[in-house]
């Protein structure tokens, strides 16, 4: 009886050791991440990025869609760097996979080009399109500072040699359905 006793704490024990490395990495590379897309660092935000992103769309492409993005005719964006604030949900093992969910402060500074004619209407847009909390207009600058609390998928599986990568969650969810079953987009209430 003892030594079945001592056989599940020690069964206990482990489970929450790995459960505890697991935070504990999942910790160190969202910063990782968001420290990379903060930078605009491209070969580290590609590392960080969970790698079946790039069977649907070339690393070279997304560079290219990144900069198009970032900087074009009509805006520029600039994301500021400011305390994440990371809230982790709980890691759920899905098949032979492990997910969680990671919110963190997201910022920008979007300035555009051309004179804004009707900024007002422009903060609301914001807030709805992009779920932004706080949007607030620089008209010296020209420009939008927009907060909000954005969404990491962290994924861990055989394709990631079991350490933690991510998507990005967005409103339709449409990378994380291209990449995932049905199953698990439903387990995880996507």
């Known amino acids: 009886m003892k030594s079945k006793i001592l056989l599940f704490a020690f069964i206990l024990f482990q489970t929450i050791l790995v459960t505890a490395q697991d935070m504990t990495s999942l910790k160190t590379e969202a910063l990782k991440s968001y420290k990379a897309s903060v930078n605009m660092n491209f070969d580290d935000i590609f590392e960080t990025t969970y790698p079946k ?68 209407s422009m903060v609301g847009i914001f807030k709805s399109s992009m779920e932004a909390d706080k949007v607030t207009y620089d008209k010296a600058n020209n420009s939008f500072r927009i907060e909000m609390r954005s969404t990491l998928i962290a994924v861990a599986d055989d394709a990631t040699k079991n350490k933690w990568k991510f998507l990005n969650k967005d409103k339709e969810n449409k990378m994380f359905s291209m990449i995932f079953n049905e199953k698990i987009v439903k387990a995880l209430g996507l």
């Open 53 to 120: 992103v790039f069977e649907i769309i070339p690393q070279d492409q997304m560079k290219t869609m990144f900069g198009q993005m970032m900087e074009n005719e009509q805006f520029s964006i600039k994301l500021v760097e400011v305390e994440p604030d990371f809230s982790f949900g709980e890691i759920k093992k899905i098949e032979d996979k492990s997910f969680c969910f990671v919110n963190y402060n997201n910022v920008m500074i979007m300035k555009f080009k051309a004179p804004m004619e009707d900024a007002d």
